[in-house]
T-cell receptor, first 110, second 114 residues
Framework: GQQLNQSPQSMFIQEGEDVSMNCTSS?????WLWYKQDPGEGPVLLIA?????ELTSNGRLTAQFGITRKDSFLNISASIPSDVGIYFC??????????FGTGTSLTVIP | DTAVSQTPKYLVTQMGNDKSIKCEQN?????MYWYKQDSKKFLKIMFS???????INETVPNRFSPKSPDKAHLNLHINSLELGDSAVYFC?????????????FGPGTRLLVL
C-alpha cells in the first residue's frame, strides 16, 4: 500500500523552540489528518483538514492542507516536554482507506 | 467512556498457537480497521470493515481472519502464530457518512510470539 513521506524523520529540540514537519504524497487527498503517538499508546487524532489551503489550529498546534492536495504541514509553537512522541500524518479520499506517513519522532530537551 | 477499546493489551504466546484480539467501539462509527505497527513504527493497514462487510484486505496471510459480529465489534483471530507476527496491533474506527472522515485508534495490543 501507499506510504506517505514525512520529514524530518526525527527531531531533537530545546524546550520553547518551534517545530515544523511536513508530509508529502504522490497522489492527492481530500482529507489530511495529523496524529500523535505517545510511547506505549495508540495514535491520538490532533487535527483534521478537509479543504485545500485550509489552516487549522489546536492550541499550540497549527496544520495546513497544501494547495496541491499532495502535502500537509504541522507546526508546534513553544514546545514543551510533553510534546515528545511520534507524529504521523494520514491522508484519505474515501474514508475507507487511510494512508499513513512514516512518522516524525520528536524529542524535547528541557 | 472509552471510545475504541481492545483486549488484551499484552499477549505473549508460543509459536504455532492460535489467538484472538477483540475490539469494540462505542462511537457509533460504521467503519472499523486493523493496523499492524512494526518495530520501526510503520503503521500498515490490514483490514477494513464497513457495516460488518469486508472492504479492504491488504496482502495479509490467510492465517489472519477478521470477524465482525456487529458494526461495533471487529475481532482479529490469528492461526499458527509465527515469530514475525510479533508487533503492536491497533484497532481503529471512523465515520464517513454524513460528514468528513476522521479516525480514532484503540490503545493497541502488544503481541510477542516466542
Amino acid at each position: 500500500g501507499q506510504q506517505l513521506n514525512q520529514s524530518p524523520q526525527s527531531m531533537f529540540i530545546q524546550e520553547g523552540e518551534d517545530v515544523s514537519m511536513n508530509c508529502t504524497s504522490s497522489s492527492i487527498f481530500n482529507t489530511w489528518l495529523w496524529y500523535k503517538q505517545d510511547p506505549g499508546e495508540g495514535p491520538v487524532l490532533l487535527i483534521a483538514l478537509y479543504k485545500a489551503g485550509e489552516l487549522t489550529s489546536n492550541g499550540r498546534l497549527t496544520a495546513q492542507f497544501g494547495i496541491t492536495r499532495k502535502d500537509s504541514f504541522l507546526n508546534i509553537s513553544a514546545s514543551i516536554p510533553s510534546d515528545v512522541g511520534i507524529y504521523f500524518c494520514a491522508g484519505t479520499n474515501t474514508g475507507n482507506q487511510f494512508y499513513f506517513g512514516t512518522g516524525t519522532s520528536l524529542t524535547v530537551i528541557p | 467512556d472509552t471510545a475504541v477499546s481492545q483486549t488484551p493489551k499484552y499477549l505473549v504466546t508460543q509459536m504455532g498457537n492460535d489467538k484472538s484480539i477483540k475490539c469494540e467501539q462505542n462511537l457509533g462509527h460504521d467503519t472499523m480497521y486493523w493496523y499492524k505497527q512494526d518495530s520501526k513504527k510503520f503503521l500498515k493497514i490490514m483490514f477494513s470493515y464497513n457495516n460488518k462487510e469486508l472492504i479492504i484486505n491488504e496482502t495479509v496471510p490467510n492465517r489472519f481472519s477478521p470477524k465482525s459480529p456487529d458494526k461495533a465489534h471487529l475481532n482479529l483471530h490469528i492461526n499458527s502464530l509465527e515469530l514475525g507476527d510479533s508487533a503492536v496491533y491497533f484497532c481503529a474506527s471512523s465515520q464517513r457518512v454524513r460528514g468528513p472522515e476522521t479516525q480514532y485508534f484503540g490503545p493497541g495490543t502488544r503481541l510477542l510470539v516466542l
